[in-house]
Antibody
Framework: EVQLVESGGALVQPGRSLRLSCAAS????????MHWVRQAPGKGLEWVSG????????GYADSVKGRFTISRDNAKSSLYLQMNSLRAEDTALYYC??????????????WGQGTLVTVSS | QSALTQPPSASGSPGQSVTISCTGT?????????VSWYRQHPGKAPKLMIY???KRPSGVPDRFSGSTSGNTASLTVSGLQAEDEADYYC??????????FGGGTKLTVL
């Protein structure tokens, strides 16, 4: 059974940093692209970032480019999101998700339960 | 990276069919066959319903179908059931390792 378990969400002040982690199990982690998708309270889904199977191709939403960094450790079956210079508008539930196939193409077939990031003074 | 455009709401009676549209551009929906549709019930994580325009993951009933025409994708739900009441989101690959979502459509089963 595919499982994605996020951690690291917290209440943080504007301008500070936070690192999210996602522990994956139940599949060959290095066979799939991975993505972070967020959802602000009461709002829709927003794609944040995606990484291909070997970290060779990475993409970011314009809203986080230059501030967020996605990475993965295939040996640990883990996905990460380093978030710097956080803003109030980054407040959201952050989902760790699995993409179908090795490339970043969307096609997200599994979702974690999310970890909540709140940016407020 | 502009969000795809979906109608905020749609509705239908049990047993009827409803179609939800998702309008993008020639740089996303019009350029790639990587359109996906997700259903999200309140308080739950989204679920993949359609991928690559018209393919259904295992376990998704054939009441759900997808298509594209130009820069617009569509999701049709036939034989509406109470459990279909949820928020629906489209997404598309937009090139250069980027993905874009639609704003979501709240489907109400009357």
């Amino acid at each position: 059974e595919v499982q994605l378990v996020e951690s690291g969400g917290a209440l943080v002040q504007p301008g500070r940093s936070l690192r999210l982690s996602c522990a994956a199990s139940g599949f060959s982690f290095d066979a799939n692209a991975m993505h972070w998708v967020r959802q602000a309270p009461g709002k829709g889904l927003e794609w944040v970032s995606g990484i291909n199977w070997n970290s060779g191709s990475i993409g970011y939403a314009d809203s986080v480019k230059g501030r967020f960094t996605i990475s993965r450790d295939n040996a640990k079956s883990s996905l990460y999101l380093q978030m710097n210079s956080l803003r109030a508008e980054d407040t959201a539930l952050y989902y760790c998700t699995r993409g179908m196939g090795q490339l970043v193409r969307g096609r997200i077939d599994y979702w974690g339960q999310g970890t909540l990031v709140t940016v407020s003074s | 990276q502009s969000a795809l455009t979906q109608p905020p709401s749609a509705s239908g009676s049990p047993g009827q069919s409803v179609t939800i549209s998702c309008t993008g551009t020639s740089s996303d929906i019009g350029a790639y066959n990587y359109v996906s549709w997700y259903r999200q019930h309140p308080g739950k994580a989204p679920k993949l319903m359609i991928y690559e325009v018209n393919k259904r993951p295992s376990g998704v009933p054939d009441r759900f179908s997808g298509s594209t025409s130009g820069n617009t994708a569509s999701l049709t739900v036939s034989g509406l059931q109470a459990e279909d009441e949820a928020d629906y989101y489209c997404s598309s690959y937009a090139g250069s390792n980027s993905v874009v979502f639609g704003g979501g459509t709240k489907l109400t089963v009357l």
